[in-house]
């Protein structure tokens, strides 16, 4: 079966940075679009970023463009969350996703991590 395995999270000074990775088990990596979402206390899931199959579309909500850069390494079945300038709001638990569609909402991706906590200290 499909497993995504969120990795990297951990507490961090305001202005660091940290990278997130994910890796897929039980499907045929290189042909989904994956995502990144977060869910803060309190709030709705948000997403993040995703990226296509190639790698070669990506996309960002707003307030972490710039400061956020999502990859994927197909041959290590692996999606990565490299997040830079890290704020106090950034705190979140982040999900993975993985989807057949480029999508910046979370209905239309089909699998999904577990997790892996965020936290940026003032």
């Known amino acids: 079966q499909v497993q995504l395995v969120e990795s990297g999270g951990g507490l961090v000074q305001a202005g660091g940075s940290l990278r997130l990775s994910c890796a897929a088990s039980?499907?045929?990596?290189?042909?989904?679009?994956m995502g990144w979402f977060r869910q803060a206390p309190g709030k709705a899931r948000e997403f993040v970023a995703t990226i296509n199959w190639s790698g070669e579309r990506t996309y960002y909500e707003d307030s972490v463009k710039g400061r956020f850069t999502i990859s994927r390494d197909n041959a290590k079945k692996t999606v990565y969350l490299q997040m830079n300038s890290l704020k106090p709001e950034d705190t979140a638990v982040y999900y993975c996703a993985a989807g057949i569609v480029v999508a910046t909402t979370a209905t239309p991706y089909m699998h999904w991590g577990q997790g892996t906590q965020v936290t940026v200290s003032s």
């Open positions: 039980g499907l045929t990596f290189s042909r989904y679009v």
